[in-house]
């Protein structure tokens, strides 16, 4: 693998991360001779034209990691070209997530919140244009499940939910996460072609209203159909409160799902 830019930011970062990975790289500016055992290059978007090379990856500055060290992965351990990918998701207020290529983890990690399901999607689906890609989610959690479930199929996602029984190791709460989502990876699932029904509960709207106070600073309580919205996810708390005030630029507030994911009732 090579490492090839003039940009000293990037530089530090991927060099940094390759010898974390233990991933063994060269590192060269754009006009310098790539050597053919070269496998992949690394660069910026912007210097990708100045590069000589069958297999050149762009690093993205939108939040794309995951996907990136996966598409890396793929490109040194992966002979199948024709091959899929399955994504496995353990549903929480952190999803854990692992990336399969014919059996092989190339990516796995934890999303911040359930929200970010669709986004990790979507820059999956830029990095890897022609391989088509089966998400399984896992079936505990509901809230947090039919959440990243509904944003999946929102983005045309192709969807199975996989009975959770078995996959949840014993351990420290984020490898455990990453642990499961392997397991749920390798496990087929029921297709889900129709969105899952969420129900706020009127403890869990109530829970949001008393957010919307502390994150406004006692300055406004958020109505109870904004909450419900929250809860549905079509809101963010912060948007909310923002309504509520007459401001959209008030400051973001604590957590958005995360605080309120465990208060739902579930299907």
Do not use: K
């Not at 353990?90 to 290529?101: E, F, M, N, T």
């Not at 009127?202 to 008393?210: F, L, N, S």
């Not at 409160?241 to 007459?246: E, N, P, S």
Request: charged share 25%; glycine share 10%; aromatic share 2%.
């Amino acid at each position: 693998m090579a490492l090839v830019t003039r940009d000293p930011a990037l530089y530090a970062e991927m060099a940094g991360t390759l010898r974390e990975r233990g991933l063994p790289s060269i590192s060269l500016l754009p006009g310098q001779r790539i050597p053919e055992r070269v496998a992949v290059v690394l660069t910026t978007p912007a210097e990708a034209a100045e590069i000589s090379h069958s297999h050149i990856l762009a690093v993205a500055e939108d939040g794309d990691r995951p996907s990136f060290w996966a598409a890396v992965l793929y490109a040194l351990r992966t002979h199948d070209a024709r091959g899929g990918l399955i994504v496995g998701i353990d549903p929480g207020p952190r999803p854990g997530y692992a990336i399969l290529s014919g059996g092989t983890c190339i990516g796995e990690g934890v999303l911040e919140t359930p929200g970010e399901g669709a986004q990790f999607a979507n820059h999956l689906r830029r990095r890897f244009t022609s391989r088509p890609i089966l998400f399984r989610v896992g079936s505990g959690d509901p809230p947090s499940r039919n959440r990243l479930v509904n944003d999946l199929l929102a983005s045309a996602r192709t969807v199975e939910l996989v009975d959770e029984q078995g996959t949840t190791p014993r351990g420290s709460r984020r490898p455990r996460d990453m642990v499961a989502a392997r397991r749920i990876a390798q496990t087929p699932g029921r297709p889900i072609r129709g969105r899952l029904t969420l129900r706020p509960t009127a403890g869990a709207i109530a829970d949001v209203q008393r957010l919307s106070r502390i994150g406004s600073d006692g300055r406004v309580t958020i109505p109870r159909t904004a909450a419900h919205r929250v809860l549905c996810g079509e809101l963010t708390l912060t948007q909310a409160v923002a309504d509520a005030l007459g401001d959209r630029a008030t400051p973001a507030i604590v957590s958005d799902h995360d605080r309120t994911s465990s208060v739902h009732e579930p299907l």
